[in-house]
């Protein structure tokens, strides 16, 4: 099975901009560990930014940020939840001695015998 590798974002930064600068495609991907594929990936991430080390890290950070402001939306909604439903159970304490049921009703009253 093949290993993934990782490469520093300075090599993938190099790679495109030899590419960009007229190295072959073919000839690159000689190298080990690269493919033609892997490479084009690198050089359109190139064209738009996404391998300067301030701009991915500035994508890096607006993402982390969104997930945090998700997290605490998500937060205060089961806060709000939980301290409803304990406001709920505050007022709705039934005697010790009461029957509880899944099944909500009126009890049911025992059979009468028939008069004939």
Same mark, same amino acid.
């Given at each position: 099975m *093949? +290993?993934?590798r990782s490469h520093s974002i300075e090599f993938k930064r190099q790679v *495109?901009?030899?590419? /960009?600068g007229g190295e072959t495609i073919y000839a690159l991907a000689k190298r080990p560990g690269l #493919? +033609?594929?892997l490479i084009r990936i690198w050089v359109a991430k190139f064209d738009a930014g996404d /391998?300067? #080390?301030d701009q991915g890290a500035a994508h890096l950070l607006a $993402?982390?940020?969104?997930r945090i402001? %998700? /997290?605490e939306r998500l937060a205060g909604k089961l806060a709000l939840e939980n301290d409803f439903l304990k406001g709920a159970l505050q007022h709705d304490r039934r005697p010790t001695s009461a029957t509880t049921s899944v099944v909500a009703g009126?009890?049911?009253s025992p059979p009468q015998? $028939? %008069?004939d």
């Open positions: *093949a +290993r993934h *495109a901009q030899e590419f /960009l #493919s +033609r594929h /391998l300067d #080390s $993402d982390y940020e969104a402001a %998700a /997290l009126p009890l049911v015998k $028939d %008069a």
